[in-house]
């Protein structure tokens, strides 16, 4: 296996993803105890978040709602125990096929969010989730 080639120098793509219970509470004790800094808050028409990123220094996690499994009328609240990893990426469509084609076990397919992104999530053979898209938080 060849090592990868840097193309995105300076530039983190890998970004924590964190589940919990009561997501309002996580945010405020994130901020308020560990210094957090929100930097988008996304919520849906029934005031619950729909995306979340919080910023510490130059990092940025973005916490969740926890779930154990598929809300049926919202089929972009994941599935995860604790946590997962948002990778973003270029060619992300591919990316999704290349996964499909492999046998990757698809929890969320590919589409369009309503904040920005074109991303899907995937469990890895541990049952790790993954998620794939083109949403870059910002750090500043």
Not at 12 to 38: H, K, M, N, Q, S
Not at 94 to 99: K, L, P
Request: hydrophobic share 35%; proline share 6%; net charge negative.
């Amino acid at each position: 296996m060849q090592a990868a080639t840097r193309t995105d120098a300076g530039q983190v793509t890998i970004y924590p993803i964190l589940g919990y219970r009561d997501l309002p509470a996580a945010i405020d004790w994130l901020c308020r105890v560990f210094g957090f800094e929100p930097l988008e808050l996304v919520k849906n028409e029934d005031g619950t978040y729909a995306h979340v990123e919080l910023r510490l220094g130059d990092g940025v996690i973005m916490p969740t709602r926890r779930r154990d499994d598929v809300n049926p009328e919202n089929p972009w609240e994941r599935p995860m125990t604790t946590q997962g990893l948002y990778v973003a990426l270029d060619g992300v469509d591919a990316h999704y096929e290349r996964a499909m084609a492999t046998g990757a076990e698809i929890v969320r397919p590919l589409a369009d969010t309503d904040y920005g992104s074109r991303e899907y999530s995937a469990r890895d053979l541990e049952g790790n989730l993954w998620s794939f898209g083109t949403y870059r938080p910002r750090t500043a």
